[in-house]
């Protein structure tokens, strides 16, 4: 079942600006946003994140769903950045002949360090994980279907891997951007997002580009596991309104305030040698 639907599919990588890009993009007059940012609906059947749905090569229509008002002539807008890991994921140009992807790729020695400070930050890393701990273990056990997504960091790193299939089945609705285009020039690399998908880019010549979702370096207790776990299934099962949001977000916040404990973990420089080790996983076996 084909959809005729414009979609834009930002579909990597995590921890690689794509909260940022989604968040700016929704402000877009033709865009219509996903209730929540990572739909997730294209992903492996085993792939370990919650979602509402998943495609199983019948419900293609389900997909839209996951927003407010998809009849509309606006382009649907999805992030979700585990796409680029998904077999699943392949069938996207299919089921959405009329959708773009766009993947943003990051320093691979960066972007763990930032998956690291984020699984800390959500309670995710047993107590007293360094970061060498973090990265010994990946490079000690290999991927499977039961690791859970915080430990599949230096996999992600490997994107050579992965681009070559959605290259393929998306010809010329592909683009890849790289984060330090995001962080050093957001207007310039989101003006050009907006002229690849047929969206005009003047909207931003003068909006504000905060970041969003930035790893604090904060390290959570494991009560907060609690409050992340909720969020989840309020946001895959429930499927919120806006106005549900809205009358909940206050009492999310004060249950984070009540479960979430964390401490600053203590900056620190990636030694040479070990930055050297996550490069060299990241381009192994790559096409």
């Known amino acids: 079942m084909s959809l005729v639907n414009k979609t834009l599919i930002i579909g990597g990588q ?33 792939y370990p994140l919650p979602s509402g749905a998943r495609y199983n090569g019948q419900n293609g229509r389900e ?10 002539d606006k382009t649907l807008l999805d992030a979700t950045p585990d796409y ?3 077999k699943n994921a392949s069938n996207i140009s299919a089921v959405l002949p009329n959708s773009r992807i766009v993947f943003i790729v990051r320093d691979p020695v960066e972007r763990t360090v930032s998956w690291y400070k984020f699984a800390a930050q959500i309670g ?8 060498e701990d973090y990265v010994e273990y990946q490079l000690s056990n290999a991927v499977t279907e039961r690791t859970p997504i915080h430990l599949r960091a230096l996999e992600q790193n490997r ?7 959605f290259k393929r089945c ?39 580009f905060a970041p969003r979702n930035v790893s604090t370096g904060e390290r959570a207790g494991r009560s907060s596991r609690v409050y992340y776990r909720a969020r989840a299934a309020f946001n895959y099962l429930v499927k919120p309104s806006p106005r549900l949001i809205s009358i909940v977000r206050p009492i999310g916040v004060a249950t984070k305030r ?25 381009h192994s076996n790559s096409s």
């Open 14 to 46: 995590p921890k690689a600006g794509t909260s940022s890009l989604f968040h700016w993009l929704s402000q877009h007059p033709g865009i219509e946003p996903s209730r929540v940012k990572e739909v997730r609906f294209f992903l492996d059947e085993k």
């Open 170 to 208: 998306f010809a010329g609705r592909y683009l890849v951007k790289d984060f330090s285009d995001i962080r050093n020039d957001p207007r310039g690399t989101i003006q050009e997002i907006c002229a690849f998908s047929g969206l005009d880019p003047k909207f931003y010549d003068a909006f504000d």
């Open 84 to 86: 680029l890991y998904c």
């Open 159 to 165: 994107v050579g891997e992965y681009l070559p299939i």
């Open 124 to 131: 995710r890393l047993e107590k007293g994980m360094t970061f």
């Open 63 to 72: 997909y839209l769903s996951f927003f407010r008002n998809p009849t509309s």
């Open 258 to 282: 009540a479960l979430v404990r964390s401490e600053r973990i203590e900056s620190f420089e990636v030694p040479p040698a070990l930055a050297q080790r996550i490069m060299s996983h990241a």
